[in-house]
């Protein structure tokens, strides 16, 4: 199929966008992003203060053998631009009571670890993982590739997902299988850097303890930030082009086509083919509101189940911390109570769950030397339920999670704090365009799933497009990775019409 001299413009310069743009730039459209903030990346940013390095999105990294595809399209190599660093355990699970657990890849140290936390579970694991890699081959490998257009694409998954028990939750799945209350947790929260709630959301996401393994996590010399600059330089070898700071403001249409792109800064030019990698409420309510088509789907949208919010605190401090892994999840005296908090109640728990990210431990370049850096993350409500004032309340919560880090890791941390800050859901909806300042977008439920899920073609204007965590597969790094394909492939077929 040739597209020469079809011209391609996408908006939103994150994960989704660029892995769209280089497929496309590579199939040989003429290919242009355009970013509405000043660095590329979306929620995949960074800041740089007093010599740390914060990355303020995604730090796990999985399925690398998908994200060098996009150099392989080229006959390039990801290891000219990106260098991976193993990370090793995958995260270390700290409860209040002071018991932890390892999650690891490696085979004897994972089996001594639940033999040491719940030897009745070491049978029941093995069980699982052997699920996992039954959910990982039938509905991720051969289904998440594919596109759901349709009802009839829907049915001819139905049988896998059904063999699978899918419609059940990832947190019911784990205790078919495992007996300990702090293994089920372990095993089960992993959906929540996703955005979903452990007790609903789908045990299609089983899958990512098969992809960890199979490909094992790491992260990127320099941050993810690192990763971001790196798909820009390939973009850019293959000629595309980006624009930076400089947000679209209109998408023009006529009929059911989109025909020209407009930005603040007044520059408009027409293309052949539109796809966003914006938020969806953003891209329909704002971009295309214009249209009843935008009105409409904005409404339906409107009426959707979203993700939480995340709050964020970066710190950086006096000393190293061998002894604290990359990756550490705080958990405290209640889950499930907790989740529904979090997912159904709206409100702001005393208790909480961090996700406590400590890069420098593996890569000491992101710190001055003889000091570390840290994010702790705190999956909070979504703006539409938990209604507060974050100006307020951000410099109390900073200082409880600071707090609650140093009585389980560090009792001195108030005393080696080089520089915090933090970053709020209403952060996320101000910079981002994040409806509700949701950090995740839809909530990746069952009834919100591949062909129920925004499809990665508009369902009424034919040459625009959708890639990104609110489309199918869903969120992730490595399904929008897999949904940027998916879109590319729609795109690339309809221009070689």
Known sequence: MSVAGKKACI???????????????AAGAA?????????????????????????AGPTVITDTAAL??????????????????????????????????????????????IARVAPEDIGGFEDFMRYCAHVYHDCFVRLASHPFPSRRAMARAAPALIRHRTW????????????????????????????????????????????????????????????????????????GTIRLGDPVTRLHTLGNRVTEVETASRWKERFDVVAS?????????????????????????????????????HFGLEGSWPGIPHHTMLLGPRYRGLMEDIFDHGVLPQDFAIFLDHP???????????????????????????????????????????????????????ARIVTSFHYTPRDFSLDLNAYMGSAYGLEPRITQTAWLRPHNRDETMENFYLTGVNTHPGPGVPAVIAGAKITAALMLEDMAR
């Open 360 to 414: 420098s431990v593996t890569d000491p370049s992101l710190a001055p030397e003889g000091k570390s850096v840290f994010t702790a993350l705190v999956p909070v409500a979504h703006m539409g339920k938990l209604t507060v004032d974050w100006e307020q309340l951000g410099p109390m919560l900073e200082k409880r999670v600071l707090d609650e880090v140093g009585r389980r890791l560090i009792p001195d941390i108030h």
């Open 68 to 113: 060098d595809s996009l150099w392989r399209l080229s006959g390039h190599d990801m290891g000219e631009d990106v260098e991976l660093l193993r990370v090793h355990p995958y995260c270390r699970y700290n409860w209040p009571d002071g018991v932890t657990f390892d999650l690891s890849g490696d085979d004897t140290a994972l089996l001594r670890e």
């Open 11 to 25: 908006v939103g310069a994150g994960f989704g966008g660029l892995a769209l743009g280089i497929r496309l730039q």
């Open 168 to 239: 059940r939750s990832l947190y019911d799945v784990v205790s078919r299988y495992i007996e300990s209350p702090k293994l089920r947790q372990a095993l089960s929260t992993q959906t929540l850097r996703l955005g979903g709630n452990p007790m609903k959301q789908t045990a299609l996401y089983a899958l990512i303890h098969k992809m960890e393994r199979e490909s094992g996590i790491w992260c990127v010399r320099g941050g993810t930030n690192q990763l971001i600059a790196g798909l820009v330089r390939h973009f850019e070898r293959l000629g």
């Open 31 to 55: 290919t242009t992003i355009v970013e509405a903030r000043d660095i590329p990346g979306g929620c995949a940013g960074y800041w740089q203060r007093e010599g740390f390095t914060f990355d």
């Open 277 to 313: 990698n914006a938020d969806l409420m953003h891209t329909y309510r704002d971009l295309l509101g214009h249209t009843q088509g935008g009105n409409r789907a904005a409404r339906k949208l409107s009426r959707k189940r979203y993700a939480p919010g995340a709050f964020l605190v």
